[in-house]
T-cell receptor
Framework: DVKVTQSSRYLVKRTGEKVFLECVQDMDHENMFWYRQDPGLGLRLIYFSYDVKMKEKGDIPEGYSVSREKKERFSLILESASTNQTSMYLC?????????????FGSGTQLSVL | AQSVAQPEDQVNVAEGNPLTVKCTYSVSGNPYLFWYVQYPNRGLQFLLKYITGDNLVKGSYGFEAEFNKSQTSFHLKKPSALVSDSALYFCAVNTGTASKLTFGTGTRLQVTL
């Protein structure tokens, strides 16, 4: 089975801190994604990557950046954390770039910014 | 722009009864439709997808979904609900020209004894 691993299940940070969320997948998938999940809003795409060192903005990229130096690892960076970035962050991957491919999700990181 | 609507925040059903979780979509072009489930403290898991062909799609755990192009709907169904089906369900849509999946707001399914 495909495994998508997010480094932290719970994270508490202070306003203004630089925050790194890490995600690793073990099945050589081309695509990787970062979503945030908020009650009543569902999942919203922050950034995605279809290849090493390639990235594209999703629907809500403001305040975030990403890094993909190796195929298996996709990092989400909050340059200066703010309280409105308190959320559940979900990483996902898919095998191919075709839009019909299903996503495999990690268990999520619940980030609280105080 | 593509969008998905899940009109019910919560659906309550008794164990053994049939269940339906509703989803409607809006896209330009042909849709690719997905259902995902999220159990407590877990990430999302793929349930089923419609790409083309038969309008009735069967998926994991006895779930199925019916694609209705005229009503732009993709409702999730199960003939007999189980307590263990209690979870958060997300509908999602993509098209052949879009490279990202758009999710609905989710519907919480509560199955009681």
């Amino acid at each position: 089975d495909v495994k998508v691993t997010q480094s932290s299940r719970y994270l508490v940070k202070r306003t203004g801190e630089k925050v790194f969320l890490e995600c690793v997948q073990d099945m050589d998938h081309e695509n990787m994604f970062w979503y945030r999940q908020d009650p009543g809003l569902g999942l919203r795409l922050i950034y995605f990557s279809y290849d090493v060192k390639m990235k594209e903005k999703g629907d809500i990229p403001e305040g975030y950046s990403v890094s993909r130096e190796k195929k298996e690892r996709f990092s989400l960076i909050l340059e200066s954390a703010s309280t409105n970035q308190t959320s559940m962050y979900l990483c996902a991957s898919s095998l191919l770039i075709q839009v019909r491919e299903k996503l495999f999700f990690g268990s999520g990181t619940q980030l609280s910014v105080l | 722009a593509q969008s998905v609507a899940q009109p019910e925040d919560q659906v309550n059903v008794a164990e053994g009864n049939p269940l339906t979780v509703k989803c409607t979509y809006s896209v330009s072009g042909n849709p690719y439709l997905f259902w995902y489930v999220q159990y407590p403290n877990r990430g999302l898991q793929f349930l089923l997808k419609y790409i083309t062909g038969d309008n009735l799609v069967k998926g994991s755990y006895g779930f199925e979904a019916e694609f209705n192009k005229s009503q732009t709907s993709f409702h999730l169904k199960k003939p007999s609900a189980l307590v263990s089906d209690s979870a958060l369900y997300f509908c999602a849509v993509n098209t052949g020209t879009a490279s990202k999946l758009t999710f609905g707001t989710g519907t919480r399914l509560q199955v009681t004894l």
